[in-house]
């Protein structure tokens, strides 16, 4: 503990890269966030469908996404999508921040799927008379969802679906493999332009550590303000 520079971590170049990786992975979490809960809804009502081949497009999807590991998943979009695109929107991917786009496009995917199933839990835990009510009332399927299931089911699935938001916060340090200047990466950077590994990492370490407290913290404060109810 001789040997740790605190300055490193409060001013200079190297404080001012960390706090950058810091707000770049703040955003790709609630960039992603914001993204992937409508489509993990749109999955979960798909794989609900009365249609079989909606129920088998919302299955393929999670099956795909989740037995793929992320990192693949990333690459893929990184090296391996931009190659499948004509060639001027190649060319302005490339001309733009392209490493954030294909993080962004990965982590949706990806957290999306989970998502799904949790909220499809969330449904599938609603009494089914609430459903047949509705159906009586004459409302279709997408209206009874709409107003009487996925409100009461998003209620129930608010702590899962936390901590799926604490797994996708982890989950951006992976981006530091496709050149995202993200806080792993902005660490490493530090390092090695500084060669204090303690003082980098133990900044990104903290920093990953009490962001994932305050995620833990909002879903102990919900379960303690809204707690489930057996219906």
């Known amino acids: 503990m001789l040997n740790f520079d605190l300055n490193l971590l409060l001013t200079g170049q190297y404080h ?12 790709l979490a609630g960039t992603t966030l914001v993204l992937a809960l409508p489509l993990g809804a749109l999955i979960a009502l798909l794989r609900l ?4 081949l909606l129920r088998s497009l919302g299955w393929l999807y999670v099956e795909v996404i989740r037995n793929v590991p992320l990192l693949a998943h990333l690459l893929f979009w990184y090296f391996g999508a931009p190659e499948l695109l004509p060639e001027p929107v190649k060319q302005w991917l490339y001309a733009g921040n392209i490493e954030a786009i294909s993080a962004v496009v990965a982590l949706t995917l990806y957290t999306a799927a989970y998502m799904a199933e949790d909220i499809r839990s969330g449904i599938r835990a609603i009494p089914t008379v609430q459903t047949e009510a509705s159906r009586a009332l004459g409302f279709g399927f997408l209206a009874t969802m709409r107003l009487v299931v996925l409100p009461q089911a ?5 702590p899962p679906l936390l901590s799926q938001t604490l797994n996708l916060w982890k989950d951006t340090s992976v981006a530091t493999v496709i050149g995202v200047a993200e806080l792993m ?7 090695s332009a500084s060669f204090r590994s303690a003082e980098a990492f133990a900044f990104a370490t903290s920093a990953y550590l009490l962001v994932s407290l305050a995620i833990t913290g909002a879903g102990a404060w919900y379960h303690q303000r809204y707690p489930v109810r057996t219906l």
């Open 16 to 27: 001012d890269w960390l706090l950058s990786g810091l707000a770049l992975s703040l955003q």
């Open 49 to 52: 469908s009365p249609l079989k």
């Open 154 to 158: 998003l209620r129930i699935t608010v």
């Open 185 to 191: 990466y902005q660490a490493a950077k530090v390092e």
